[in-house]
């Protein structure tokens, strides 16, 4: 479960705050759409949740850690429980799709030949084994992102977290992203995509969270 209680998070030099008194429930193997416009706080909803900035004030649990009492020497091992998906594929030039995957598995060690049946049934599951051997330059952006979400559940992670993924997409690349996204959530994961593009998703089994339609970021920050 996943849980924010009264969260405000102020920026410095900032007048108002991005979140102000917010308060969520995430159950497990839920599928999220973090809907809003820029500016609303939707990335940093997913920064407070990878612990990269604390709250400012209020508490956020995640798979029953509390992330203001964690340390930066624990701060690691939490997050590989978390898989992430940017706006921006992140992928190493020179290393084929399979590599680039493969990188993200040796974190958690395991044989060759098990690191090998993990990446190819996940390819099988994404609908990408015609990616294997090709080269980040090679791809479109949306293999691109496909290959970035290959690599975000190489270490079975309990909740995945996608940031605006579908933003620099066609809107056929998209739906098809988003539909990876709720087969993902049908294993049993834990999905919360921040997108303003809730067209993509038309169709499909979520629950939106609609920052900015409660008053957030009215207050004032000290």
Same mark, same amino acid.
């Given at each position: 479960?996943?849980?924010?209680?009264?969260? &405000?998070?102020?920026?410095e030099?900032?007048?108002?705050?991005?979140?102000? !008194?917010?308060?969520?429930?995430?159950?497990d193997? %839920?599928?999220i759409?973090?809907?809003?416009?820029s500016?609303v706080?939707?990335?940093?909803?997913?920064?407070?949740?990878?612990?990269?900035?604390?709250? &400012?004030s *209020?508490?956020i649990?995640?798979?029953?850690?509390?992330?203001? #009492?964690?340390?930066?020497r624990?701060?690691?091992?939490?997050?590989?429980?978390?898989?992430?998906?940017f706006?921006?594929?992140?992928?190493?030039?020179?290393?084929? #799709?399979?590599?680039?995957? %493969?990188? #993200?598995?040796?974190?958690?060690?395991?044989?060759k030949?098990?690191?090998?049946?993990v990446?190819?049934?996940?390819?099988?599951l994404? *609908?990408? &084994?015609?990616?294997?051997?090709?080269?980040?330059e090679?791809?479109?952006?949306g293999?691109?992102?496909?290959?970035?979400?290959?690599?975000?559940?190489?270490?079975?992670?309990?909740?995945?977290?996608? !940031?605006?993924?579908? *933003?620099?997409?066609?809107?056929?690349?998209?739906?098809e992203?988003?539909?990876?996204?709720?087969?993902v959530?049908?294993? *049993?994961?834990?999905?919360?995509?921040? &997108?303003?593009d809730?067209?993509?998703?038309r169709?499909?089994?979520?629950?939106?969270?609609?920052l900015g !339609?409660?008053g957030?970021?009215?207050?004032?920050?000290?």
């Amino acid at each position: 479960m996943i849980q924010f209680a009264h969260v &405000t998070k102020c920026y410095e030099g900032e007048k108002e705050p991005v979140l102000e !008194d917010f308060s969520v429930v995430i159950e497990d193997g %839920e599928f999220i759409l973090l809907t809003g416009e820029s500016g609303v706080g939707k990335s940093s909803f997913i920064r407070l949740l990878l612990g990269e900035i604390p709250a &400012t004030s *209020g508490e956020i649990s995640v798979l029953e850690h509390k992330l203001g #009492a964690l340390s930066h020497r624990q701060l690691p091992f939490y997050r590989r429980k978390l898989g992430v998906v940017f706006q921006e594929p992140r992928l190493i030039a020179g290393q084929t #799709a399979y590599q680039n995957v %493969e990188l #993200a598995r040796r974190i958690v060690g395991g044989t060759k030949k098990e690191n090998r049946r993990v990446i190819t049934s996940l390819f099988v599951l994404l *609908g990408i &084994t015609n990616l294997y051997n090709r080269y980040p330059e090679e791809l479109s952006g949306g293999e691109r992102q496909k290959v970035c979400l290959a690599r975000a559940l190489v270490n079975f992670p309990a909740v995945l977290l996608a !940031d605006e993924p579908t *933003g620099n997409l066609s809107p056929w690349e998209s739906r098809e992203l988003m539909r990876l996204f709720e087969l993902v959530h049908r294993q *049993g994961i834990t999905v919360i995509v921040a &997108t303003h593009d809730k067209e993509s998703a038309r169709g499909l089994a979520y629950r939106e969270i609609a920052l900015g !339609d409660e008053g957030f970021g009215i207050g004032q920050c000290p």
